[in-house]
């Protein structure tokens, strides 16, 4: 949840900087500073789109209190 | 004695005349409205006899039960759409109306829709709830939830045990390798699956760290798939915070799941796509974003240089016109100094034969080669002609050194005298 609203915030920003940036009304100055941040942006979204650290768990329920464990997938498989 | 003529058919006739007595067409007529009103729209039960299809394609045939019989016909327009085959023996319930064919004296069912018996109950049902639900505004398109830009921590309502489940997670791995995902495991199929269901829907909002859910399982027989049709489920994807992809079954069979939920695909593996899908445009929007901003900032920076490069361009023939203003001053300043040095000079020589020249006129000068000046005095009158003095007079006579005071004793007027 977290990830999801940082990487769409990011996502919203990027597309500001982007369009004050084609609107040509900025110096120098401003549009090298948004530029340098875009670029981070795009590195940090491109980063939460690419990341390969995925978890697959399960959520379990034990007197209201949720947890989650590890799933394994070739064990459901055998199931099938 | 009863009299003969219009007496006795009168008297026959008489109490006849009182009654209604209908036509056959009319009774007919009469007995057609009262069946069609009453029976505009049933839905009978009963078992299939007698069936036929006439050359025009219509169907007819017979609906009984133990003790009755009711004849029953099926036009072209209505049976084009038949999924599946009548046949005697057959158990169905059929929907139509009342109709009653007065050529021959006999009411019938004119068949609009037919179903088999087991899953038309269900379908009745299953129909009674989409009005009831679709009333209340369970599927309307304004409750939709957008799902999330991009779901990074996805909940799967599912079994673990399933194909679904599988093919969710390998396409994930594959195509979105980023995205978590939380599984909920249920039954999907069978009595208590409707609840495990929903409870997972709920289970999921509660534990509140997906962004997107799917409930899913594979194909099946509508009776597989009936989980999915009840109320229970149906309403905790209405009621879930989380929007709520729905990808149950392996073709079009719309479920209430599918109606109510947020989006809804035909297969588990479309849901996974959808996800795919989603970070693949992302990546693509990322990339050109990031393409635009590169350009957009060459470009401005390509026409700063530009411009510098024009404005060190007119900033050149300035400086140079100072450099030749400054090398004309220089040459002027030359100049400027020689011409004063040269008229220093020639004044200087001026000077000096202007000097010489005035010594040479001096009177002082003349006395030193022996000449003598006088003087009348007491006037001062430089004497230049005897003629000019008398004797008697007091001179002053200067000489190149010094001087003497005299009388004139005597006038010469001869200049030859003295030579």
Redesign the interface.
């Given at each position: 949840?977290k990830?999801?609203q940082s990487?769409?915030d990011d996502?919203k920003r990027?597309?500001k900087?982007?369009e004050e940036?084609?609107g040509?009304k900025l110096t120098?100055g401003e549009?090298?500073k948004k530029?340098e941040e875009?670029?981070k942006l795009?590195q940090s979204?491109?980063v939460?789109?690419?990341?390969?650290?995925?978890?697959?768990?399960?959520?379990t329920?034990k007197d209201g209190k949720?947890s989650?464990e590890k799933?394994n997938?070739a064990e459901?498989?055998d199931?099938? | 004695m009863p009299k003969p003529g219009p007496d006795l058919f009168s008297q026959v006739m008489g109490p006849q005349e009182q009654k209604h007595i209908y036509s056959v067409s009319e009774i007919t007529q009469d007995i057609k409205v009262i069946l069609e009103n009453t029976f505009g729209g049933v839905w009978v039960e009963g078992e299939i006899s007698n069936f036929r299809v006439a050359t025009s394609g219509h169907f007819y045939f017979s609906l009984k039960d133990q003790s009755a019989l009711l004849a029953a016909a099926m036009f072209v327009r209505a049976n084009r759409e038949l999924k599946f085959k009548l046949e005697d023996g057959q158990k169905v319930i059929c929907f139509g109306k009342i109709d009653v064919y007065g050529v021959r004296g006999q009411y019938q069912l004119i068949v609009d829709k037919i179903e088999p018996k087991g899953l038309g109950a269900q379908q009745l049902a299953f129909e009674q709830l989409k009005n009831k639900l679709s009333k209340e505004g369970l599927f309307a398109p304004e409750h939709k939830r957008e799902l999330?830009?991009?779901?990074?921590?996805l909940?799967i309502v599912t079994s673990?045990?399933?194909?679904a489940?599988?093919d969710i997670?390998q396409i994930?791995?594959k195509g979105a390798?980023?995205?978590?995902?939380?599984?909920?495991?249920v039954r999907v199929q069978g009595e208590p699956a409707a609840k495990e269901i929903a409870a997972g829907i709920e289970?999921?909002n509660?534990?509140?760290?997906?962004?997107l859910i799917i409930i899913s399982r594979g194909g099946g027989s509508a009776e597989d798939l009936w989980s999915f049709n009840e109320e229970i489920v149906a309403r905790a994807i209405y009621n879930s915070a989380i929007p709520v992809i729905s990808a149950v079954g392996h073709q079009i069979n719309i479920t209430l799941s599918d109606l109510v939920a947020d989006v809804f695909v035909e297969t588990p593996s479309a849901a996974a796509k959808i996800i795919v899908d989603k970070?693949n445009a992302?990546?693509a929007?990322?990339?050109s974003?990031?393409q635009?901003?590169i350009f957009?900032?060459s470009e401005?920076?390509g026409n700063?240089k530009n411009e510098l490069v024009a404005l060190r361009h007119m900033l050149k023939s300035p400086l140079d016109r100072l450099l030749e203003k400054q090398q004309l001053l220089d040459e002027l300043c030359n100049g400027l100094n020689q011409n004063i040095r040269y008229y220093l000079n020639i004044s200087r020589e001026r000077m000096v034969s202007l000097i010489e020249k005035l010594d040479a006129l001096s009177p002082l000068a003349v006395l030193s080669r022996g000449y003598s000046l006088s003087v009348l005095l007491p006037g001062g009158e430089i004497i230049k002609e005897a003629a000019k003095i008398k004797p008697g007079d007091k001179v002053k006579t200067i000489l190149a050194k010094g001087g003497f005071i005299g009388l004139v004793k005597e006038i010469v007027e001869e200049r030859s005298r003295f030579c």
């Open positions: 949840m990830e999801k990487f769409e996502l990027l597309q900087i982007v940036l084609s040509g120098l549009s090298l530029y875009g670029i795009a979204c491109s939460s789109l690419s990341d390969a650290q995925r978890k697959v768990e399960l959520l329920k949720y989650l799933f997938q459901s498989e199931k099938v | 999330p830009l991009m779901p990074f921590c909940g673990t045990a399933g194909a489940i599988r997670l994930l791995a390798p980023g995205v978590s995902a939380v599984i909920r495991a289970d999921l509660k534990f509140g760290k997906v962004d970070r992302l990546i929007e990322v990339g974003l990031r635009e901003m957009i900032m401005l920076i700063l």
